[in-house]
């Protein structure tokens, strides 16, 4: 049973307009949560988290948004850009837990 | 060049034959992790360890092997290779289980 869901595999934005991705999670335990982002032949390095105790944390473009009592975190990217082309997974831990448990991935692609 | 690198970046082999996919970093991170990525499925947790000669069991353990004895190597082993088993592997560390991994480029490994 799937933990962390993303439920769009896929996303097409234009350049300079709003990215969201978004990713929903059944267990109540996770308290801490993690973007990364993934592009070809390479491996996924971290964007950006938020711990339970804030329901929004922001660094630079990237926005993650926290909604607790919905099981729902989201990416905002503003203003988006070409290079942001690339799947983005979400992730979740718990301080009880032993590892991150990854979504499946969205890929964003992004036209100029 | 400190970091985590992962060997080799291209493996194709043959069903049962054994196949080792090595890992090392140079942060002495406590945590090093072994994912798989496959199409649909996204990130799968095979093995974690939580220090040297600690390891311990992810979502999708059979059919591989892991050993720790120093803390900058971490090696994943498939004994009898399957065609299943075909997939990216990613190696990952993190100074705990629940803070933000740190990941290799990836092997591609490609069972026939």
Not at chain 2, 34 to 42: M, V
Request: net charge neutral.
């Amino acid at each position: 049973d799937q933990q962390v869901k993303q439920n769009s595999p896929s996303l097409s934005v234009q350049e300079g307009r709003i990215s969201i991705l978004n990713c929903d999670y059944t267990n109540s335990m996770f308290d801490y949560f993690l973007w990364y982002k993934k592009y070809p032949a390479e491996g996924p390095t971290f964007l950006i988290s938020i711990s339970s105790i804030k329901d929004k944390n922001e660094d630079g473009r990237f926005t993650v948004f926290l909604n607790k009592s919905a099981k729902h975190l989201s990416l905002h990217i503003v203003p988006s850009q070409p290079g942001d082309s690339a799947v983005y997974f979400c992730a979740a831990s718990a301080r009880a837990g032993t590892a991150l448990i990854f979504g499946k991935g969205t890929t964003l692609s992004v036209s100029s | 060049d400190a970091g985590i690198t992962q060997s080799p970046r291209y493996k194709i082999t043959e069903t049962g034959r054994q196949v080792t996919l090595m890992c090392h970093q140079t942060w002495s991170h406590s945590y090093m992790f072994w994912y798989r990525q496959d199409l649909g499925h996204g990130l799968r947790l095979i093995y974690y360890s939580a220090a040297a000669d600690i390891t311990d069991k992810g979502e999708v353990p059979d059919g591989y092997v892991v050993s720790r004895s120093k803390t900058e190597n971490f090696p994943l082993t498939l004994e009898s290779a399957t065609r299943s088993q075909t997939s990216v592997y990613f190696c990952a560390s993190s100074l705990g289980p629940y803070e933000k991994l740190f990941f290799g480029s990836g092997t591609q490994l490609s069972v026939l």
